[in-house]
C-alpha cells in the first residue's frame, strides 16, 4: 500500500478543524500565516481524494451517558465468509465500528443502545443471525475515558490551538430543541457544509440556521469529528491492549494513558481484563515500546490479550475502502461510542 502525498501543512489543516471544524479559510489562514486560497486547495485536494472526511453527531448529555449502554462484541465467521458479514454489519446504523482483527475472533463491533436488554436483544436478534457468523461474545463498557472524537493530531503550536478554540462559539444553549437536532443530522455526513446548502433542506431563514449551528458547535452533547485514511497517511496499525488493573490504581493508569497520543479509546471493560485500550501505531513494533513503558510505571499491571487489526471496515458510521479511504455514510443509531 502506497502512502499518499501529505505534508506538515496538510496535517495541520486537519488538526486545526479537529478543533473548531467550521473555522473559515480566512480565519485559518491568519492562525497558519498560509494564503487561504491555498488552504481551501488542500482542504478540496484531501477530501477529493476521500482522504479527509467531517461528521457532527449527537452524543450523550452528562445525565443522559448513565442511561446509554455501550459494548465490543467479538465476532468469529464461517471461513470465506467474512467479506459478507462485513458488508452486513456495515449497513446496520447502532453499529458505529467494525473491525478486522487477530486471534480466535475475526473481526468486533462497537455498538451502542438504550438499554441492557436491548442490547442483549439486538445482538441476538439482529447480529448472531446474519449468515456467515458462528458465534459472538460481548464485552460491556462500564465507563469511557476518553475517545476518537478528542483525539488530536498534535501538529499546532499551543499558541495556534487557543486561537482556534477562541474563535469557537462560547454560549452553549441552555436545552436541546428540535432546531438543533435537525442541523446535527444536516451536517452528519459533512459538518462544514454551508448553511446555504443546509436552507432548503430545513426550510429555514440563513440567520436562524446560522444561530443554531454556533449554538451545537459550543454544546457539550455535540461531537465534532474529522477523520482521515490512517492507513495512507502515516499510521500503518492499530491494536488494542486487554489489561488487568488494580482498582485503585485504575485513575493513575488511565491518566498516563491519555498522555500517549497512540491511544484513540480508554474504556472499564467487563470480563477477564477490567481496562481495554485502542491504539493507532506507525508500526507494529511500538506496540513493544508501549507495553514497556507502561508495565516499568505500573509494574502491577497485567496484559491479559493483545489483538492487533489489520482493516478499519466502518469507523463512526463511515464505511471505509480497503486502503482505509472513505466510501460512504451510514446514519448511526442512538448515541454512538466511537472506538476511533
Sequence with gaps: MMLCMVDALDFQIINALQIHPRVSWA?????????PSTISRRWSALTGRRQVWTSCSEGDAPHLRDQMISALVEISCVPGRREHVLAELGRQGPISSVHCTSGPRDLYIMISTDSLLSMDRYIDERIAVIPGILGTRTHYLR???FEGSSWRLKT????QVKALHDLRPADPPKQRRPAHRAVITALEADARRTAADMQRELGRSLSMI???IDAVLAASWVRWRVDFAHALMGW???AALWLDVEPLELERVVASLRLLNHVRLCASVTGDANLAVFLWL??????DEIENRLTTVFPKVLVKDRWIVPRIAKRAGHIL?????HRRWVPLGHH???ED
Design 282 to 287: 506507525r508500526d507494529l513494533r511500538e506496540l
Design 236 to 238: 500503518s496499525a492499530a
Design 336 to 338: 454512538p461510542v466511537f
Design 143 to 145: 465507563k469511557i475515558f
Design 210 to 212: 446560522s444561530r443554531d
Design 27 to 35: 480565519q485559518l489562514g491568519r492562525i497558519l500565516r498560509v494564503d
Design 321 to 325: 475502502d480497503l486502503d482505509s479511504r
Design 156 to 159: 499546532l503550536s499551543k499558541e
